[in-house]
T-cell receptor, first 116, second 113 residues
Framework: EPEVTQTPSHQVTQMGQEVILRCVPI?????FYWYRQILGQKVEFLVS????????KSEIFDDQFSVERPDGSNFTLKIRSTKLEDSAMYFC??????????????FGEGSRLTVL | QKEVEQNSGPLSVPEGAIASLNCTYS??????FFWYRQYSGKSPELIMF????GDKEDGRFTAQLNKASQYVSLLIRDSQPSDSATYLC?????????????FGAGTQVVVTP
């Protein structure tokens, strides 16, 4: 069964360092998303991406964050200068057009980011 | 501020019984609602979506929506130990882009044999 894959599964970094989280969405999906979940808190929307541009971003997604689809398969989230409060599980998700409309997002298993 | 509120639980349910989960939302612009299941340490997985007032059934799951009361619920019939998970309610406003979901904090369900 097709799945969204994310790497790394866990990354530990020092405050102020740059981090890149990688995702391979399901191959025929065209809508891509990043969500995050701070431990014990809600799953929060960060950004949606379609047709090589950001569709919408939340207030969390400030200038420290960026997304990129560098090739036909990868979708990345970059955090330029990590802060302690960036520690969270970051979920990549993808959907086809029907899924985007119906809310059926396929989530990856997540990348846990720990900022020390 | 758009808020989706859920009772965090845990909701303890005997095997074979009905689990009833509730969710309220503050944004009257929310038109679409979703129930996701999240096993501990895993990613969310869509169970059902509902757009219209009333009930929607899918197997052992029934979602109910009451837009006037800004209330969404999920019933799980014949609960099984494998249903033990956190259930996330999510909403989406018509003004939001596709795929932008507002999640609640989730209700933990524990099905006891």
């Amino acid at each position: 069964e097709p799945e969204v894959t994310q790497t790394p599964s866990h990354q530990v970094t020092q405050m102020g360092q740059e981090v890149i989280l990688r995702c391979v969405p399901i191959s025929n999906h065209l809508y891509f998303y990043w969500y995050r979940q701070i431990l014990g808190q809600k799953v929060e929307f960060l950004v949606s991406f379609y047709n090589n541009e950001i569709s919408e971003k939340s207030e969390i997604f400030d200038d420290q964050f960026s997304v990129e689809r560098p090739d036909g398969s990868n979708f990345t989230l970059k955090i330029r200068s990590t802060k302690l409060e960036d520690s969270a599980m970051y979920f990549c998700a993808s959907s086809d057009e029907v899924g985007a409309r119906t809310g059926e997002l396929f989530f990856g298993e997540g990348s846990r980011l720990t900022v020390l | 501020q758009k808020e989706v509120e859920q009772n965090s639980g845990p909701l303890s349910v005997p095997e074979g019984a009905i689990a009833s989960l509730n969710c309220t939302y503050s944004d009257r612009g929310s038109q679409s609602f979703f129930w996701y299941r999240q096993y501990s340490g895993k990613s969310p997985e869509l169970i059902m979506f509902i757009y219209s007032n009333g009930d929607k059934e899918d197997g052992r799951f029934t979602a109910q929506l009451n837009k006037a009361s800004q209330y969404v619920s999920l019933l799980i019939r014949d609960s099984q130990p494998s249903d033990s998970a956190t259930y996330l309610c999510a909403g989406r406003a018509t003004t939001d882009s596709w795929g932008k979901l507002q999640f609640g904090a989730g209700t933990q369900v524990v099905v006891t044999p």
